[in-house]
C-alpha cells in the first residue's frame, strides 16, 4: 500500500482493472441511492460491498415511508435489482484502500486482491456501534437491546424499559423513552448521578432510578427479561436502551488523507465521523461520503437522501469537467487532448448502447 497522499501511476483499463465513472464503496441504503440515481444519469457506477448491514438484527426498517417494517436484507436486495437493472454493477467483497493516481481518477484496491480504476468515489462505509462492556448486550443488540425510540419504540410500546446509564445524556434518554411506555426505569450504571433538577423531572414522569452497576442480562426463552446489578439484585425489563460510541468505518478513505474527527454533544463525544459539505464533498477532490459515515444518527431513509444527493453533485462535478475537456478540445482541435476525449466518448456510447 502506498503512504498517505502517495500518488501512483495509472494503469490501463483491463478485465482486472476496469475503470469506472464512479465507485461506490459501501451499498446500504445511501450507497445503493447514489448508484441508482448515477446509474439513472447514465453514469457507468460499481458498487462494492461486503453484505453486512450495520442494522442487519434488526427485524426490520422503520420510519421510512412506503418502506415500514421491511426486513433489512429484503430492502437491500430490491436496492440491488434496482441498481443493476439501471446498468450499475454489483461486486461483493471490501474496499481495503483507495489511492489517487498521478494522471487522475483513483485506484480502488479490493480484499479479493484485484483493482477497478475510477474518476470519483462516494464512500458510505456506515459506522460500528461500540456496545457497552455488559455481558448479553452485544448478543441481544437489535432485538431487545436498542438505541433509537424512532426506529424501535413502537415495537416495545408499554412494555418495562431499561436505559442503561453511561454518560450525561441519561436522563435525557429516560424521559425519551417515557414517550412510548408509563414503565421506564433509569439504571445509573457507570453515569454520573442526576443533578437535583434531574430527579425532580424523573419524578414528575413516574421513572424510577435504579442505583448500582449492571453486570449482566438475564434472557429466558430467548428473550431478555431482566438486568442483575452488582451484589445480586435483578430487575424485570424487557427492552433495554443503550447509548453505543458511533465509530466512522474511514479505513478507505486514510489514504487519500481524510481523517475522522470527533462529534462531541454537549461537551461530551460521543463518536467520530469524517467532515463534509451539504453535498457530502470531503477536503479531497473527487471524493465524496454519505449516511452514518458523515452523519451519525442519520436514519435509513436520511441515508437513502444523502445518497441522491451526493450522487447529484457527483454527476454535476463530472459533467463540470466534462465541458471543461470539450471546450479545450475545441480551442485545439488537434491537440492529443482531443484525440483522447474522442476515444472517451465512442467508448461512452458503447457502454451506454448509443
Not at 448515477?38 to 427485524?59: E, F
Not at 483493482?115 to 432485538?143: I, K, M, S
Amino acid at each position: 500500500m502506498t503512504r498517505q497522499n502517495e500518488q501512483i501511476p495509472a494503469a490501463a483499463s483491463t478485465d482486472e482493472e476496469r475503470r469506472y465513472e464512479v465507485v461506490v464503496v459501501g451499498g446500504g441504503a445511501a450507497g445503493l441511492s447514489g448508484a441508482l440515481t448515477l446509474a439513472r444519469a447514465r453514469r457507468s457506477v460499481l458498487v462494492v460491498d461486503a453484505g453486512q448491514p450495520r442494522n442487519a438484527p434488526a427485524a426490520g426498517v422503520h420510519t421510512y415511508l412506503a418502506r415500514e417494517g421491511t426486513p433489512p436484507a429484503e430492502l437491500l436486495a430490491a436496492g440491488r435489482a434496482e441498481v443493476t437493472g439501471y446498468g450499475g454493477a454489483i461486486r461483493t467483497g471490501t474496499v481495503v484502500a483507495a489511492e489517487r493516481c498521478t494522471s487522475g481518477g483513483f485506484r480502488v484496491v479490493l480484499d479479493s486482491g484485484g483493482t477497478v480504476l475510477a474518476e470519483r468515489l462516494l464512500v458510505t462505509t456506515g459506522l460500528v456501534d461500540e456496545l457497552p462492556d455488559v455481558p448479553g448486550v452485544a448478543e441481544r443488540w437489535g432485538r431487545e437491546v436498542l438505541h433509537c425510540p424512532y426506529c424501535h419504540g413502537w415495537e416495545v410500546r408499554d412494555q418495562a424499559i431499561g436505559i442503561l446509564a453511561t454518560g450525561p445524556f441519561a436522563v435525557h434518554q429516560a424521559l425519551l423513552w417515557r414517550q412510548w411506555s408509563k414503565d421506564v426505569t433509569l439504571f445509573l450504571h457507570t453515569a454520573p448521578e442526576p443533578g437535583e433538577e434531574e430527579y425532580e423531572q424523573l419524578a414528575a414522569r413516574d421513572i424510577a432510578v435504579v442505583d448500582g452497576e449492571v453486570t449482566r442480562l438475564e434472557v429466558t426463552g430467548d428473550r431478555l427479561t431482566g438486568v442483575r446489578l452488582a451484589g445480586g439484585r435483578e430487575f424485570p425489563c424487557q427492552a433495554l436502551a443503550v447509548v453505543p460510541r458511533f465509530t466512522a468505518r474511514t479505513a478507505v478513505l486514510t489514504g487519500l488523507g481524510l481523517a475522522a474527527v470527533e462529534q462531541e454533544m454537549g461537551g461530551h463525544v460521543i463518536g467520530s465521523y469524517i467532515a463534509a459539505d451539504p453535498t457530502g464533498a470531503t477536503a479531497v477532490p473527487g471524493v465524496w461520503v454519505a449516511g452514518n459515515v458523515t452523519s451519525l444518527i442519520e436514519q435509513v431513509v436520511g441515508a437513502a437522501g444523502a445518497g441522491v444527493r451526493a450522487a447529484a453533485a457527483i454527476n454535476a462535478d463530472l459533467i463540470a469537467e466534462e465541458a471543461r475537456r470539450a471546450v479545450a478540445a475545441r480551442r485545439s482541435p488537434f491537440s492529443p487532448q482531443l484525440e483522447r476525449d474522442v476515444c472517451e466518448r465512442v467508448l461512452g456510447d458503447r457502454r451506454h448502447g448509443l
